[in-house]
């Protein structure tokens, strides 16, 4: 971030990946004030850091989500299947009204 960042520049002579940021004074042009040097990789490691903790919390949040589907859908099956079966009872019971009224018929 800081790389490209207007108010850095590359600290002539200090460790390699330091950079100075501060703002330029409002008096004297392309001068900085308040400068204060920052070393790249611990900003990096920080960022690192952070970014990790991220996407360990983004991983667990898809975790708890993949489960909750995972149920969600073993719940649909389940309901099909008894749907399915209350459909099939209910074809066999119509089945045996209609056997039942064919014998009332034929035995008037």
């Known amino acids: 971030m800081l790389k490209n960042d207007p108010k850095a520049?590359?600290?002539?002579?200090?460790?390699?990946?330091s950079i100075i940021v501060g703002g330029p004074s409002p008096n004297a042009g392309t001068t900085?004030?308040?400068?204060?040097?920052?070393?790249?990789?611990?900003?990096?490691?920080d960022l690192n850091?952070?970014?990790?903790?991220?996407?360990?919390?983004?991983?667990?949040e898809m975790s708890k989500f993949n489960n909750f589907i995972?149920?969600?859908?073993?719940?649909?099956?389940n309901e099909l299947i008894n749907l399915v079966g209350n459909i099939n009872l209910l074809q066999r019971n119509i089945a045996h009204v209609?056997?039942?009224?064919?014998?009332r018929l034929k035995k008037k």
């Open 49 to 60: 850091q952070i970014l990790k903790k991220r996407i360990e919390g983004i991983q667990q």
């Open 32 to 45: 900085f004030t308040s400068q204060q040097e920052i070393k790249m990789s611990k900003n990096e490691s």
């Open 98 to 103: 209609n056997e039942m009224k064919e014998n």
């Open 9 to 17: 520049i590359q600290a002539a002579g200090s460790a390699p990946g």
């Open 70 to 77: 995972n149920d969600f859908a073993q719940t649909a099956d």
